[in-house]
């Protein structure tokens, strides 16, 4: 799983959003498929739900298929500029291993990493349109945040 992050200025101010790849080997396909839904230019005049750290900001398309193309539709019309980043995981969280899977932890790391590491960018830069799984390992990591700030280390 990769992620990438998209760099915008709305109202003169810089702003950025991560977004993580939902495809594990056609990153390409799936940004250059953003890229074509931010250059529509059709507007988005349907209601909107909350994200983690906002309200009302994520488009609510009554076709839950649509999401990705109506958020990437939001942001093309609502923004100007874009720069679009990939993440080296491993290197971001410090995990320097030689992928062995050895033990138990090491499984978990190599299950867990991208949602952990997902969670950690959307609460550091406190992402616009990121929505948590409750029950997931981003939701789990967000309520670890909150209970254990990150030291000056870990950031």
């Known amino acids: ?23 594990k ?3 390409k396909t799936e940004v250059s498929e953003a890229i074509s839904y931010i250059f529509d230019h059709s507007v988005f005049n349907g209601d909107c739900s909350n994200s983690q750290f906002y309200e009302n900001v994520c488009p609510k398309p009554n076709d839950k298929t649509k999401y990705r193309s109506y958020l990437y539709r939001k942001i093309g019309d609502e923004y100007s500029d874009f720069i679009i980043c990939f993440l080296n995981v491993n290197k971001y969280l410090g995990i320097y291993n030689d992928n062995s899977n050895k ?10 990493k991208n949602q952990y590491a997902e969670a950690k960018i959307a609460y550091e830069t406190l992402a616009l349109f990121w929505r948590k799984v409750s029950s997931g390992i981003d939701g789990q990591t967000i309520s670890y945040i909150v209970e254990h700030p990150f030291d000056e280390k870990s950031k």
């Open 1 to 23: 799983m990769k992620f990438y992050e998209i760099e915008y200025i709305k109202d003169g101010k810089r702003q950025k959003m991560s977004l993580k790849a939902n495809s």
């Open 25 to 27: 080997n056609d990153v």
């Open 103 to 112: 033990n138990d932890a090491e499984r978990i790391v190599d299950i867990c």
